[in-house]
């Protein structure tokens, strides 16, 4: 495990952090905020986050040879350009000036108030701008739930699933930050007992609870990263949510996968939590066997302990907590699906986003889809205010938070939220 200053379990800040807080100082993210006339990066401790442009511009990164205007843009790309050990660098000096023994910034009362802006008073915005996007299938409970589901429960997995982590390229003009709402979506549908498909909006509209990592390096085509190399070019990592209309899907999907029941809309959360900060909470994943190819084998911990909730959230009633799940369970880790996504020589770019699939656990409660809570609608699931849900209703709002927690230090990502419109 590789040692981190700036994830030292025993550093307080001088900045007020609330308990139970997302962004205690062994956390600082990386995202980019709107305040006025203002847009730019920013980190976050606390209720606050950290205009990085105006630090950097008034000289507390002096030293650490970055690029004029670096933080003073609309994405963090040419930030994350620089690479991990550069972004290293930064969180480290971040850490150091909001640490409670250090008074460079605490005591300079003007530059300390133009640089902490409150949490509650910003708007946050897309972190990246994202080249490209894929999707993988690399949770085995939900695989094998879909299996059985849908074809055999004693073949719930195809032949493939354990000797390649399974993906598609989704669209990634449609992934939205969270806080944006998501018109419910239209296209065809077939019931069973039909003879002709229809075209209606979805009555099937679901979330997938996923994990997502952001790449910060360019590479050759025909090059390719191997499971090693993979986390060298892996930046951080946000809370997503893949909306699904699950019956347009199931008409469409064959013989080339997910295409309109997938690609009207994704939700990110606003915040890339580093994989340096995440350092700490690694664990191994599931056994893999059979054993898989060379190019697929690795050394160490790969998968993190990231604990997963999903909420529910009707037009007039309280939020319900209707899914626990944790990222540990994920049967390919990161570095396997870009060593994968790689091998043939596809070229990756800064910015690019890579989900897991959907995340499930081993119990009903710890599914990461309406479509296994509900078991493709025959289990409706009770909410708080006393109505039930198949899959998701005009109105609702779908909030999914994550969050680290070990010796004393609870690393979190914010939310990835999202309310249903009706259709257009």
Known sequence: MMKITANDPALTSWVEIPKGSDFPIQNLPFGIFKSGEIMAAATAIGDYVVDLSFLHRVGFFDGLNLPPGIFAKKDLNDFLSLGRAKAREVRLRLSELLRTDNNELKDHVRAREKALLSINTVEMLMPVHIPNYTDFYSSEEHASNVGSMFRDPKNALLPNWKHLPVGYHGRASSIVVSGTPIHRPKGQIKPADAELPTFCPTQKLDFELEVAFVTCAETALGSHITTKEAEENIFGVVLFNDWSARDIQQWEYVPLGPFLGKNFGSTISPWIVTLDALEPFRVKGPEQFPHVLPYLSFEGSKNFDISLEVLIQPQAGQATIVSRTNFKYMYWNMAQQLAHHTVNG??????????????????????????????????????????????????DTVIIRGHCEKDGVRIGFGECKGNILAAR
Request: proline share 6%; aromatic share 8%; hydrophobic share 30%.
């Open 346 to 395: 596809c070229n990756i770019q800064v910015g690019d986003l890579y989900a897991s699939g959907t995340i499930s656990g081993p119990s009903p409660g710890s599914y990461g889809s309406m479509l296994e809570l509900s078991w493709n609608g025959q289990r409706p699931l009770h909410l708080a205010d006393g109505s039930e849900r198949k899959f998701l209703l005009d109105h």
